[in-house]
T-cell receptor
Framework: DAKTTQPPSMDCAEGRAANLPCNHSTISGNEYVYWYRQIHSQGPQYIIHGLKNNETNEMASLIITEDRKSSTLILPHATLRDTAVYYCIVRVGPEGGGKLIFGQGTELSVKP | KAGVTQTPRYLIKTRGQQVTLSCSPISGHRSVSWYQQTPGQGLQFLFEYFSETQRNKGNFPGRFSGRQFSNSRSEMNVSTLELGDSALYLC????????????FGQGTRLTVV
């Protein structure tokens, strides 16, 4: 079973920041938080991942709380092309291999 | 560089038949994972291969099998197809089996009639 809880849907105005929350209260010390998104009928796309420090790349920022029980994915300036289902995944360290356990995700709708 | 390639993109099969799907990972990637996506169950992990060995297996019946070749290309096979096997089958490749990002293909849409 997925170890994360996300709201089923969210709306965001184009040009504004989209903040997508994720709860992972049972996360273990060696587990990473990964974010993927899936645009309709395409394969999921990797966005970002982190262990305990905040991370930023060209797509998004990941803020992980100090107790690591929750995180927020931030898309700083959402565009219509960011409309997708966003998945927050807790993934074990190297011993977990490539297995990803997807939950139901958050369906983000970016509106003009 | 080329992404993950899955063939065929679309497939229609009849109940009871078998099907083989193919996945060519990104060049240099040695880990390949397979997922099934249906409207009811979402994205579910099938299995993962690394250096021709199955490392992880999801909770699917034995009708679902896979293999990986020495060039890292992978195939998955479903025998005795059932209507419920209709799904989008996705393949993902990673540089290694360690904690790196996975890159997904566009998937194979299988319809069982």
């Amino acid at each position: 079973d997925a170890k994360t809880t996300q709201p089923p849907s969210m709306d965001c105005a184009e040009g504004r920041a989209a903040n997508l929350p994720c709860n992972h209260s049972t996360i273990s010390g060696n587990e990473y938080v990964y974010w993927y998104r899936q645009i309709h009928s395409q394969g999921p796309q990797y966005i970002i991942h982190g262990l305990k420090n905040n991370e930023t790349n060209e797509m998004a920022s990941l803020i992980i709380t100090e107790d690591r029980k929750s995180s927020t994915l931030i898309l700083p300036h959402a565009t219509l092309r960011d409309t997708a289902v966003y998945y927050c995944i807790v993934r074990v360290g190297p011993e977990g291999g490539g297995k990803l356990i997807f939950g139901q995700g958050t369906e983000l709708s970016v509106k003009p | 560089k080329a992404g993950v390639t899955q063939t065929p993109r679309y497939l229609i099969k009849t109940r009871g038949q078998q099907v083989t799907l193919s996945c060519s990972p990104i060049s240099g990637h040695r880990s390949v994972s397979w997922y099934q996506q249906t409207p009811g169950q979402g994205l579910q992990f099938l299995f993962e291969y690394f250096s021709e060995t199955q490392r992880n297996k999801g909770n699917f019946p034995g009708r679902f099998s896979g293999r990986q070749f020495s060039n890292s290309r992978s195939e998955m096979n479903v025998s005795t197809l059932e209507l419920g096997d209709s799904a989008l089958y996705l393949c993902a490749s990673s540089l290694s089996a360690l904690n790196t990002e996975a890159f997904f293909g566009q998937g194979t849409r299988l319809t069982v009639v």
